[in-house]
C-alpha cells in the first residue's frame, strides 16, 4: 500500500473513518504484528524502544501537526481509537 | 534557513582551523581552545537550530557534509560538535518555551556548551539500568548518581542527564555551577583523546523542577532517544570522515612508498586494498546522504535509516582505518603519522550512540524487508 505524504485539507480535517486504517497500518508495520482498535499496545511487550518516537514522527508529518511536550502522555498514544481522538483535538 | 555552502568551503575551515591542532590536541587529551573558538565563531555550534534562535539553521545534508569534514580533521572536534548539537536538538524538540527561549541561542551562539550524560558504570548499552536519582518535593527536584564517560564534561557549562524519577525515566537539564555538581577527568581514554571526558557526581543538586526537559517518565523513550538519534546521525557523518581521511592517507602513501623496485600503489593486492577502502567510504556516505534526505523530509523512517548508516559507517570507519594502518606497515602505528589516531577514534563510533550489537538487536525489530524505497514511511 503507499499512502501520499501529507493530506489534502479536506481529507486531513475528514474523521476516524481515515485516521483508523491509516494509523493502523503504521502500528502494524512498525511492530510487526496487527493490533486491535482498543489494543494497548504498551502493553503488549511488541513496543520497540524506536517506536514512540516513530510514532510521534508519523503523527506530526501525516496529519501535520505538533506533538508537544504537554502531550507526552501515553494514554494519547497507547490505542489506536486513543491516537485517532488525539489527532481529533489537534486538528480541531 | 541559511543558504547552503558549498563543501569546498566546509573542508577549507576544517582543514585550516582545525587539522592543524588535532595532533597537538590528542597528544595533550585536550581540545586545543582555539577549535572550540573556530567553531563558535563560524557559527558551527549552531548548525541545527533555526535562525530565529540564533542559529545557523542549515538543512541535515549541509550539517552531515560539514560534521563529515570536520571529523576527517578531528574527531575529537567533531565529538564536540555531536554531543552539543545533540543536546540542543532534544531542548528543541522537548524543551518547555522557557527553557528553549533562553538556552537555545545562548547554546548556538557558544556561550553555553553542552554535554550529555546517559552513561553510568552499571547501566551502559542497557540505559534503562540507570540508578541516578531524581526526587522532586514541592517546586523542585533533587539529582543524585554518579554519570561516567560525559565526552566534555570537563568544559561544558550545562549537561542533559538521564535520571530516573518516580514517574520512570527523566532528562534534566543541570547547569555546571549547581552546587553538590563535582566532575573528574577521565585522561586515559586513548579513542577521541582530546573530548575531554569527565566523570560527574551530582550529591543531591537542588534544581527547579522547570529542569526536566519533556514530561517525567519519557526521559528514554522520547527524549534520549531523540538526543541519540541526532547522535547518530552526527557519528555517522564522523565516521564518513575518518573513512575519506582513511583512504586519502592510504592513497597518499602507496603512490609514494617504493617496495620491490615499484610504488605500492602499482602492486595488484595493493590496488585491490585501496579499492576495497574507497568503495567502503562511497558507501557510507551514500547511507548518511539517504539517511539526511529522509531527515529533511521529516519521514519516520528517517529514525531507523539513521541508525543503518551510523552502523554502516562506523563499520567503514574502522575498516579504512585499519587498513590504513597496515597500508603504512610500522609508520602506521607511530604517533608522528595520523592513521593510528584515525583507527582509535573509528573504534569509538562503533560503540557509542548504540554499539553496533546494539544496533543490530535495534534494527533486528524493524521490519526492513519491503519498505526499501521508503514508500510507507514516506
Ligand atoms: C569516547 C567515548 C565517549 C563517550 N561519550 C559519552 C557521553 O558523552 N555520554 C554518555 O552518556 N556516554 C558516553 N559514552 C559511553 C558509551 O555510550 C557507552 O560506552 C556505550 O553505551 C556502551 O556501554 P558500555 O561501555 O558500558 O559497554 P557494555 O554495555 O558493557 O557492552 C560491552 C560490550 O557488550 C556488547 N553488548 C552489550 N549488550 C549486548 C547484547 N544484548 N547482545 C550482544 N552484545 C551486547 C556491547 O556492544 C559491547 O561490545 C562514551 C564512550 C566512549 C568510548
Redesign the pocket.
Known amino acids: 500500500m503507499v499512502f501520499s505524504n501529507t493530506f489534502e485539507g479536506e481529507e486531513r480535517k475528514a474523521g476516524a473513518s481515515l485516521k483508523l486504517p491509516d494509523i493502523r497500518a503504521f502500528v502494524a508495520k512498525s511492530l510487526m504484528r496487527e493490533v486491535a482498535d482498543d489494543e494497548n499496545f504498551f502493553e503488549t511487550g511488541f513496543v520497540t524502544s524506536m517506536f514512540g518516537m516513530q510514532l510521534i514522527t508519523f503523527l506530526e508529518k501525516r496529519y501535520e501537526i505538533e506533538v508537544l511536550d504537554e502531550d507526552l502522555d501515553l494514554t494519547n498514544f497507547c490505542t489506536l481509537n486513543n491516537i485517532v481522538a488525539f489527532i481529533d483535538r489537534k486538528l480541531s | 534557513m541559511e543558504k547552503q555552502r558549498p563543501l569546498e568551503q566546509y573542508r577549507r575551515f576544517a582543514q585550516e582551523a582545525i587539522a592543524p591542532m588535532a595532533k597537538p590536541s590528542d597528544l595533550a587529551g585536550r581540545l586545543d581552545p582555539a577549535v572550540v573558538e573556530a567553531l563558535r565563531a563560524n557559527g558551527f555550534l549552531g548548525c541545527i537550530t533555526p535562525t530565529a534562535l540564533g542559529g545557523l539553521g542549515m538543512d541535515p545534508i549541509s550539517y552531515g557534509q560539514l560534521t563529515a569534514e570536520v571529523g576527517r580533521a578531528c574527531s575529537s572536534a567533531r ?1 564536540l560538535m555531536t ?1 552539543h548539537h545533540l543536546v540542543s536538538a532534544a531542548i528543541l524538540r522537548w524543551g518547555g518555551g522557557e527553557v528553549k527561549a533562553r538556552l537555545v541561542p545562548r547554546l548556538a551562539r557558544g556561550e553555553e556548551i553542552a ?13 534503562s539500568a540507570l540508578s541516578t536519582t531524581i526526587r522532586r518535593e514541592g517546586d523542585y527536584i533533587f539529582l543524585s548518581g554518579e ?7 570537563q568544559i561544558a557549562s550545562v549537561i542533559l542527564v ?1 535520571g530516573r524519577a518516580a514517574e520512570g525515566i527523566t532528562a534534566v537539564l543541570v547547569p555546571c555551577d549547581t552546587p553538590g555538581l563535582h566532575r573528574h577527568a577521565v585522561t586515559s ?1 586513548v ?2 583523546r582530546a ?1 575531554m ?1 569527565a566523570e560527574i557526581t551530582f550529591d543531591n543538586c537542588k534544581l527547579p523542577a522547570t529542569a526536566i526537559v519533556g514530561r517525567a517518565g519519557f526521559g528514554l523513550s522520547h527524549v534520549a532517544t531523540t538526543a541519540l538519534d541526532h547522535g547518530r546521525y552526527s557519528v555517522a557523518w564522523g565516521a564518513v570522515g575518518i573513512a575519506d581521511a582513511a583512504v586519502c592517507a592510504s592513497y597518499a602513501f602507496a603512490k609514494t612508498r617504493e617496495q620491490f623496485g615499484s610504488v605500492l600503489k602499482d602492486k595488484p593486492l595493493m590496488r585491490a586494498r585501496l579499492t576495497r577502502i574507497s568503495v567502503a567510504a562511497r558507501a557510507a556516505r551514500a547511507l548518511c546522504m539517504e539517511a539526511g534526505r529522509l531527515r529533511n523530509a521529516g519521514a519516520p523512517s528517517a529514525i531507523v535509516e539513521t541508525m543503518v548508516a551510523k552502523y554502516a559507517a562506523s563499520k567503514a570507519a574502522v575498516y579504512a582505518a585499519n587498513e590504513a594502518v597496515h597500508i603504512h606497515g610500522a609508520r602506521g602505528l607511530m604517533e608522528e603519522q595520523q592513521v593510528e589516531r584515525l583507527l582509535r577514534d573509528a ?2 563510533t ?9 544496533l ?2 535495534l534494527l533486528g525489530e524493524q521490519d526492513l524487508g519491503g519498505d526499501l524505497d521508503g514508500s510507507f514511511f514516506g
Open positions: 565529538t554531543v554535554a550529555f550524560a546517559l552513561s553510568e558504570s552499571e547501566a551502559g548499552s542497557d540505559a554519570k561516567c564517560w560525559v565526552s566534555f564534561g538521564i581514554m579513542g577521541v573530548g571526558m573504534k569509538v562503533e560503540i557509542i550512540e548504540g554499539s553496533s550489537d546494539i543490530e538487536l
